[in-house]
């Protein structure tokens, strides 16, 4: 992908999803990297201050769960946006919790003692879509996530019955999940993309137990994103993820040079990541808290709902985090037919990091972001859970970076360096009883929007 102009946080259209090109692994991480350069560009090309795309009113907050139901919240000028600091999203395979926070009911906290927030939203199609599904009489169906040029235009006529336009269309329908840290407590905050948010505040006078008492306005500084959207012939969505440079060391990995040869990178070193504080160190991804949910109200130390607990041996503190799988596969066998080996995937995502970051220019904020990878199955078949293997090539097994994991999002989820059967996003957005691809089967949070729009 070749950026046409380059200007210093200049503004990155959107990918056109509706005819976007993915004959190859390399197309759909293209796809991903525009869209991360669009909804993470100023609104005013050049300028931060104005706010990014993903603040602007193409995006809607997703609410908390409230009674089984959520709302999506317009952006509006001088409206701060809430963050939360984490709550359980839905795993099929363990739970049916769903919220905003860690893959697990982990707390995530950074070196400097600042906690990690969250943030889910989604597009403009993705609005339109549900208040459709909810109120067209049919007119717009739910069976799928739109892919098509004919489903689309069914979401844009109808919101113009509602009395609203469409901004960006060709998007399709786009959620994102990001994760934030407070910037005052960084050294480098200039390096970081920040908003002024809402956030939860606790009583911390104990080390064992954090209550929950209040909320106050924070300067936050994005450390992950997921983009997850529909393109066309597939209604699964395409899973991808992004990172700050600055959060966690990676273990090893194997990449080819530019004769074809296996090479590999060693462990990073340092003390002064984000998320770890000491890289030798043996003990990692090993949580040191965790949050208290309504499922959990009698569990050890959980005597509190939102409030924050310590695990058992440790106390309210940071853990070691590290990249077990840095560009989303594992560290042997095949991560998809592409690929015969992690070595030829990572060369592939190390390769179109290389390229985006050496074409935006020097100072430019999302220089600091590299893209970690993307999954989808083949030809948009319903996701079963699982992900590729050289003995597990059915329909529906996550290709494409198929062990993808977020060091701020999945941080103790992560399964380790090698491969595992469950390992890859769809392991939990996806109906793994009887894989489909109704909204239900693959967005936790799709049905309890939709019991908003149709209150």
């Known amino acids: 992908m070749l950026l046409e102009t380059v200007s210093k946080n200049g503004s990155v259209n959107a990918a056109n999803s509706v005819t976007a090109v993915h004959n190859n692994n390399c197309d759909f991480y293209k796809w991903s990297e525009q869209m991360f350069l669009w909804v993470a560009s100023p609104n005013t090309s050049g300028d931060y201050s104005s706010g990014t795309v993903m603040e602007s009113n193409s995006f809607y907050t997703v609410s908390t769960s409230v009674d089984g139901v959520r709302t999506l919240i317009p952006h509006e000028k001088g409206k701060l946006i809430s963050a939360v600091a984490n709550a359980q999203k839905n795993d099929k395979l363990f739970a049916d919790d769903s919220e905003e926070g860690q893959a697990t009911d982990d707390v995530l906290m950074a070196q400097n003692g600042s906690l990690i927030y969250y943030i889910s939203m989604v597009n403009d199609v993705y609005a339109q879509y549900l208040n459709g599904v909810a109120n067209s009489g049919g007119s717009v169906s739910g069976d799928e996530f739109p892919t098509t040029q004919d489903q689309l235009d069914a979401i844009v006529a109808y919101a113009k019955t509602q009395g609203i336009t469409v901004k960006d269309p060709n998007t399709l329908t786009i959620e994102i999940k990001t994760s934030w840290v407070a910037a005052d407590e960084l050294k480098n905050a200039s390096n970081y993309i920040t908003m002024d948010a809402i956030v939860p505040t606790y009583d911390t006078s104990n080390n064992q137990k954090w209550s929950p008492n209040g909320s106050t306005q924070k300067k936050l500084a994005m450390i992950g994103i997921h983009i997850v959207g529909t393109i066309d012939g597939h209604p699964e969505m395409v899973w991808a993820t992004f990172e700050h440079v600055n959060n966690a060391p990676n273990l090893e990995y194997t990449y080819l ?48 709902l939102n409030s924050i607990f310590a695990t058992a041996d440790n106390t309210i503190s940071a853990s070691n985090t590290k990249m077990t799988k840095p560009w989303g596969v594992a560290n042997e066998g095949a991560p998809n037919a592409e690929n015969s080996t992690p070595a030829a995937s990572n ?46 090539t059915a329909s529906g097994v996550a290709i494409g970076t198929s062990q993808l994991a977020n060091s701020t999002m ?46």
């Not at 569990?299 to 509190?304: A, R």
């Not at 990091?353 to 074409?359: A, E, M, R, W, Y």
């Not at 999302?366 to 996701?383: C, E, M, Q, V």
């Not at 799709?446 to 908003?452: H, Q």
């Open 257 to 304: 040079d530019t004769e074809n040869n296996t090479k590999t990178h060693a462990a990073d070193t340092g003390n002064d990541w984000l998320l770890n504080g000491d890289s030798s160190s043996s003990t990692y991804n090993q949580s040191h808290m965790k949050f208290c949910n309504s499922n959990e109200l009698s569990g050890h130390k959980c005597d509190e």
């Open 347 to 392: 060369s592939e995502v190390i390769s179109i990091n290389n390229s985006i970051l050496g074409q935006l220019a020097e100072g430019d904020l999302r220089k600091n972001y590299i893209f970690i990878g993307a999954t989808w199955t083949d030809s948009g078949a319903a996701p079963t859970g699982t992900s590729y293997s050289s003995t597990n």
């Open 410 to 455: 999945e941080t103790y989820a992560q399964n380790g360096a090698g491969y595992s059967q469950y390992g890859s996003c769809f392991s939990c957005h996806s109906n793994f009883q009887k894989p489909g691809l109704k909204p239900a089967d693959l967005s936790h949070i799709y049905s309890e929007l939709l019991k908003g729009e149709n209150q």
